[in-house]
């Protein structure tokens, strides 16, 4: 009987350690990682060739060791399951046409390198940087609307079918001393405006954007004028809803410039249409750039 009883136990602690050492192969014990903070990137440029530094980056793309480890939303806190010295890249992260769920790397702005001592269990803060345009990058076509850097003109006209004019205005600037005013009254309520001369080549298979800083009390369409051997045709691109504050965006053209393969040349143009509803609405933009690598 005891024998017997000796067996049992045995046999229960046998059962038992099993039990324990499967939990540990399939629970095995989680590695503590480090983590890096990330608290906001910035833009630098020189003025005078590259325009505004204004910037909307939203986002921070993380690699390793030329690994990538994700997209975060700026600030960010990082975990990464790594120890000791490492060189950690950071790239700049934009919403593509200003929409949410187009989190994109922008490839236009050069990449961040520092090195980290990084330990399991603290955080490694990384300050507020900043970043600027890559040395080769192609500035199509650059407007401020400032008299100092445009000689006082301004490259966009209405176009003929447009009921109303376009103004600089020195009131509601987002920086410098000038912005554009597009006002749409019920008397005069539609406009549309193009840049002036024959149009500019806009690279196939490469990364165009334009650049904008705007504020707008109405919704207004941006688009460009594909100019092909049998006349111009509108490309409508986005459609920009009203933001009482001043919004920099990126829109994102390489995909309209690659389909449209038959346009040799092209115009970016506006369009404000007073909705029925309204007696008048106003658009204002700044810091117009047109820019491809």
Same mark, same amino acid.
């Given at each position: 009987?005891?024998?017997?009883?000796?067996?049992?136990?045995?046999?229960?602690?046998?059962?038992?350690?099993?039990?324990w050492?499967?939990?540990?192969?399939?629970?095995?014990?989680?590695?503590?990682?480090?983590?890096?903070?990330?608290?906001?990137?910035?833009?630098?440029?020189?003025?005078?060739?590259?325009?505004?530094?204004?910037?909307?980056?939203?986002?921070?793309?993380?690699?390793?060791?030329?690994a990538? #480890?994700?997209?975060?939303?700026?600030?960010?806190?990082?975990?990464?399951?790594l120890?000791?010295?490492?060189?950690i890249?950071?790239?700049?992260?934009?919403?593509?046409?200003g929409?949410?769920?187009t989190?994109?790397?922008?490839?236009?702005?050069?990449?961040?390198?520092?090195?980290?001592? #990084?330990?399991?269990?603290?955080?490694?803060?990384?300050?507020?940087?900043?970043?600027?345009?890559?040395?080769?990058?192609?500035y199509?076509?650059y407007?401020?609307?400032?008299?100092?850097?445009s000689?006082?003109?301004?490259?966009?006209?209405?176009?003929?079918i447009s009921?109303a004019?376009?103004?600089?205005?020195?009131?509601?600037?987002?920086?410098?001393?000038?912005?554009?005013?597009?006002?749409?009254t019920?008397?005069?309520?539609?406009?549309?405006?193009?840049?002036?001369?024959?149009?500019y080549?806009?690279?196939?298979?490469?990364?165009?954007?334009?650049?904008?800083?705007?504020?707008?009390?109405?919704?207004?369409?941006?688009?460009?004028?594909?100019?092909?051997?049998?006349?111009?045709?509108?490309?409508?691109?986005?459609?920009?809803?009203?933001?009482?504050?001043?919004?920099?965006?990126?829109?994102?053209?390489?995909?309209?410039? %690659?389909? %449209?393969?038959?346009?040799?040349?092209?115009?970016?143009?506006?369009?404000?249409?007073?909705p029925?509803?309204?007696?008048?609405?106003?658009?204002?933009?700044?810091?117009?750039?047109?820019?491809s690598?």
């Open positions: 009987m005891i024998q017997l009883k000796s067996i049992l136990l045995n046999l229960l602690f046998i059962g038992i350690a099993s039990g050492s499967s939990c540990n192969l399939i629970n095995p014990d989680e590695s503590i990682p480090a983590y890096i903070e990330v608290r906001g990137i910035t833009t630098t440029s020189n003025y005078i060739t590259q325009g505004s530094a204004s910037n909307n980056i939203t986002d921070v793309w993380v690699y390793a060791g030329g990538y #480890l994700g997209t975060f939303e700026l600030p960010a806190r990082i975990p990464i399951l120890e000791g010295k490492h060189k890249t950071l790239g700049a992260g934009i919403k593509a046409n929409i949410s769920s989190s994109e790397f922008y490839n236009l702005y050069k990449f961040h390198d520092v090195e980290l001592d #990084l330990i399991p269990g603290k955080v490694t803060v990384v300050d507020t940087f900043s970043v600027s345009y890559f040395p080769a990058i192609q199509v076509w407007e401020d609307f400032e008299k100092d850097t000689g006082g003109g301004i490259s966009l006209d209405t176009t003929d009921l004019e376009i103004f600089p205005d020195s009131v509601e600037v987002f920086e410098g001393k000038r912005s554009l005013r597009m006002q749409v019920t008397a005069f309520n539609f406009i549309e405006c193009r840049t002036v001369g024959d149009g080549i806009l690279p196939v298979g490469r990364d165009v954007y334009l650049e904008m800083d705007y504020k707008c009390s109405q919704p207004f369409i941006m688009g460009l004028i594909g100019v092909t051997n049998n006349g111009e045709k509108r490309i409508p691109i986005i459609r920009l809803n009203p933001k009482s504050d001043w919004n920099k965006i990126y829109v994102r053209l390489g995909p309209y410039v %690659n389909f %449209n393969t038959d346009a040799f040349k092209f115009k970016v143009y506006y369009r404000v249409a007073l029925s509803t309204e007696t008048e609405g106003t658009v204002y933009l700044d810091n117009l750039k047109l820019i690598n």
